[in-house]
């Protein structure tokens, strides 16, 4: 392969590649990359060695050196750095000045030969044994490949209707050639709605669900063009600022309030309008004027593509939108007019159905800011259809003309099972190594013995040092934490918000020792406890939080501390209990469950349990939580899961704990850390961390700090959590840390 040679310069205190500033580089494995500095520019200010690494300015990541040589000093003859990308390469890296910050700019690795896939935060972990499905096959160099599935049929059957939102919240109105009705789309099922003040068809429209949405343009009559624009508020239509020009035909992408429409009827017209929530203003023209195109429905107003339509005859071309001008790119495979689409940028889109000579068409195709692949064909042919959809990922298509009327709805996503031996142009390399998430539309790496990969890392210092304490919230930047031990009153309450700890409203009874909590900074719960020393015993006492103040409300049937659970204001389960009778009393087995008014005695769990982690889901804590270690002599490991009416026991952690902490979506997916191990006063702490995939449990990242009883965020996914205060072996802390499952770590794997 080609050795390719950057020169590199410096001006304004940035890293200019090729003269451009900061500019991001793309790079095909099998290729050499040397970056020249033997500019005198980048000699000044003490020198600027230009290196690479996985963050910017190499902040929390070390210098990446993979394939990588250096020679000479910056700004003398034969200075330079040489990269070898192989598909084995970290595919998002950063060039930056190994003296100087703020210089740098991207270095992706990706083309031919590989597969890119995404991780997302915050999704469950799939056994690769038990639930093969995820492990779909990819086409090659695609990792969208998927299929249309027919779900149910619209209320009225008709070509040229419009819509706009996702595969689970859509609003359609409109049709061939001209009439009133709308329709909304919960993701199962069509209902009829109010009607639109003007009728028309093959209008546009953008907006981000059933409930927001511009529906602009259109004909209301054959031959008679319309400038109109109608929002919805998820009740009714309301006339609102017109286009300049009449239109329709169009395409479109962007929100309620903020779109960009272009070109279509009247031809040929390559007009562009953007819209900003209030008015219609022309900007810049597109390069090929058509009528009868698409748009990628999901993308910002200043990121987009448009592509295919119809001149004189069927056209394939595509251009992108980067919020100033437009640039054409590749071109589909099969040219057409009158199709669907959507997509969430100008990097990613697909294409659908459509016309072309002789008619309509089932062909789909997906985009990936490079090229188009063909992909599965959509179930019924057809044209002038209504879509909707925000990734080449997640699509919707329904209505539209074969030439007949139709209500058929079709959804796009991801399938398929890898063959044993795969399909021309298909890989099943990703086995092993990603999964595939069909709710978010992407694939997320995890580690070779199944776990998500992510960190730790430092996050704020609460004002008190505390540990035993009330804590609950949604994620690691959404957390309340009440008083603890040893704390100077009580009922000091904080609140974090992804930055500092703020101290706010003081519970109405002082109270320590682990009482329950959950629900969210908006709304919440805590109950038990013990009031703080020297006074003695438990306490039944139970207050809720609006977001503002706490209010005493029914309390728990026995008075109880180092009790765990999860739950809102409204719904919530308490687990384990240490008590009743004066301290130090003893572990227990109670459960009860909290329906926003009262307390209600559940079954109880196989073992005592005190001061343990729970994990479950906010919305139903009745029906779906896991309750692991506590003090369940002699091990501290066991665990049990809860289904709304009885417990299970399931596989123990690997780590013997009390005092830790956990979150999680439902009890197959979560995530525990920290706590004690066995031993007179709870004997060492520890920082392990485990995640939970509905089997088993395996060892991640550890935190920083190993601590017990310490608090946290407990409603939220287990890939964004909080670990909050505690105690070491010799102090009390403050401290807090994050949690988070890499966010959009990309993983190169090789397609041969």
Same mark, same amino acid.
């Given at each position: ?484 031990? $040893? +704390?100077?009153?009580?009922?000091? *309450?904080?609140?974090?918000? %992804?930055?500092? #700890? /703020? &101290?706010? !409203? =003081?519970? @109405? ?74 301290? $130090? +009393?003893?572990?227990?087995?109670? *459960?009860?469950?909290?329906? %926003?008014?009262? #307390? /209600? &005695?559940? !079954? =109880?769990? @196989? ?75 709870? +004997? ?9 995939? %509905?089997?088993? #449990? /395996? &060892? ?53």
């Amino acid at each position: 392969m080609a050795t390719i040679t950057i020169t590199v310069t410096v001006a304004g205190g940035k890293f200019l590649l090729d003269g451009v500033s900061q500019a991001t580089y793309s790079a095909t494995p099998g290729n050499t990359y040397k970056f020249d500095q033997a500019d005198a520019s980048n000699g000044a200010g003490g020198g600027h060695p230009l290196r690479l690494a996985t963050a910017a300015d190499a902040a929390g990541s070390t210098e990446y050196t993979t394939g990588v040589t250096t020679n000479g000093s910056p700004g003398s003859a034969g200075a330079y750095t040489q990269i070898v990308v192989t598909a084995t390469t970290v595919q998002a890296l950063h060039y930056y000045c190994s003296n100087h910050t703020g210089m740098g700019g991207l270095f992706n690795v990706g083309g031919t030969g590989t597969v890119q896939y995404q991780e997302r935060e915050g999704f469950a972990v799939q056994n690769k044994s038990t639930d093969p499905t995820p492990y779909a096959q990819a086409l090659l160099d695609n990792p969208y490949a998927g299929s249309w599935t027919t779900l149910a049929v619209m209320n009225s059957s008709t070509g040229g209707v419009s819509g706009s939102g996702t595969t689970t919240a859509t609003v359609a109105a409109g049709g061939y050639p001209a009439n009133d009705r709308a329709e909304t789309w919960n993701g199962s099922s069509w209902t009829e709605v109010n009607e639109l003040n003007t009728a028309r068809g093959n209008a546009g429209a953008t907006g981000t669900g059933s409930t927001a949405s511009v529906l602009f343009g259109g004909r209301t009559a054959p031959g008679a063009l319309s400038a109109l624009n109608e929002s919805w508020n998820g009740s009714n239509w309301t006339e609102v600022g017109d286009l300049n020009t009449a239109s329709r035909q169009m395409a479109y992408f962007g929100t309620q309030t903020a779109a960009i429409k272009a070109d279509g009827i009247p031809y040929p017209t390559n007009s562009v309008e953007s819209w900003n929530g209030s008015a219609w203003t022309e900007t810049s023209e597109n390069n090929t004027a058509r009528q009868s195109l698409a748009g990628s429905t999901g993308s910002p107003s200043s990121n987009g593509i448009i592509f295919a339509g119809y001149t004189t005859t069927y056209v394939a071309n595509a251009e992108t939108w980067n919020g100033s001008s437009w640039t054409e790119t590749g071109d589909l495979n099969t040219a057409r007019g009158e199709l669907g689409g959507a997509g969430s940028s100008s990097t990613n889109a697909i294409g659908y159905a459509g016309e072309t000579s002789p008619g309509a068409m089932t062909q789909t195709e997906s985009w990936d800011g490079s090229s188009w692949s063909e992909v599965n064909e959509v179930n019924t042919a057809r044209y002038q259809v209504g879509y909707s959809g925000s990734s080449n990922a997640s699509a919707l298509l329904f209505g539209g003309l074969t030439p007949s009327a139709t209500n058929a709805t079709e959804q796009w996503a991801f399938s398929g099972l890898p063959p044993s031996t795969p399909a021309v142009g298909y890989s099943d390399a990703i086995v092993g190594d990603m999964y595939y998430n069909t709710m978010s539309g992407v694939f997320k790496s995890i580690n070779a013995g199944g776990a998500p990969i992510g960190s730790w890392s430092s996050g704020g210092t609460m004002n008190t040092a505390r540990a035993a304490m009330n804590s609950f919230g949604a994620s690691k930047d959404s957390a309340i934490v009440g008083n603890g031990f $040893p +704390g100077p009153t009580g009922n000091v *309450v904080e609140q974090y918000n %992804g930055t500092t #700890w /703020t &101290e706010i !409203a =003081e519970y @109405n009874t002082s109270r320590a020792g682990s009482p329950f909590g959950g629900g969210t900074v908006a709304a919440g719960i805590v109950a038990g406890g013990q009031p703080m020393p020297p006074a003695t015993g438990v306490v039944a006492n139970t207050e809720s939080w609006n977001g503002s103040a706490w209010s005493e409300v029914n309390d728990l049937p026995n008075a109880r501390t180092y009790n765990f659970g999860t739950g809102t204001s409204t719904a919530a389960l308490s687990v384990g209990n240490y008590g009743p009778g004066p301290q $130090p +009393g003893s572990p227990g087995t109670e *459960v009860a469950s909290w329906d %926003g008014t009262n #307390w /209600t &005695e559940v !079954a =109880e769990t @196989n073992d005592k349990r005190r001061a343990g982690q729970g994990q479950g889901s906010a919305g139903s804590p009745y029906t779906d939580f896991i309750a692991s270690g506590g003090e369940i002599p002699p091990g501290y490991v066991g665990c049990e899961t809860w289904n709304g009416t009885s417990w299970t026991e399931v596989a123990n952690n690997n780590q013997s704990r009390y005092g830790g902490f956990g979150s999680g979506a439902s009890s197959t997916s979560a995530i525990i850390y920290g706590g004690g191990a066995p031993g007179p006063g709870g +004997g060492p702490r520890n920082a392990e961390t485990e995640v939970w995939d %509905g089997t088993s #449990w /395996t &060892e991640i990242g550890d935190m920083a700090t190993a601590r017990a009883n310490i608090g946290g965020s407990n409603s939220g996914s287990g890939g964004n959590a909080l670990a909050a205060g505690g105690e070491t072996t010799t102090a009390y802390t403050g401290i807090s840390e994050e949690w988070s499952a890499a966010d959009f770590q990309i993983k190169t794997v090789t397609t041969s």
